[in-house]
């Protein structure tokens, strides 16, 4: 299960979404996360919990003619790109 880091919070400005740290979050991290629409869905599965698997399901659903291994290498290149702002994932998910 992956999910966002206490102290990371979504915001939207204009047409782009931004992760930003408060707290102590921002201790570690001290700058923003950039997302666009799609980046921002994920971002909000990520808050209620989700694994790699799901998102790929979801990424299926959402976008039609994606096929699996697409919606799964831009899952993995999301979650790649804000593994800071993830926390510790247990072993095996």
Do not use: C
């Not at 921002?26 to 923003?32: C, D, I």
């Not at 921002?40 to 990520?46: G, N």
């Not at 291994?69 to 831009?74: K, L, V, W």
């Amino acid at each position: 299960m992956l999910k966002t880091k206490k102290g990371f919070l979504l915001r939207r400005l204009g047409d782009e979404y931004m992760a930003v740290a408060i707290g102590e979050a921002s201790r570690h991290f001290n700058g923003m996360i950039r997302l666009n629409e799609t980046g921002a869905f994920y971002w909000k599965e990520l808050e209620k919990g989700s694994s790699e698997d799901e998102l790929t399901a979801k990424t299926l659903e959402r976008f039609e003619g994606v096929d699996e291994a697409t919606a799964r290498q831009d899952v993995r290149a999301f979650l790649d790109s804000v593994q800071v702002a993830l926390e510790d994932a247990a072993p095996n998910d």
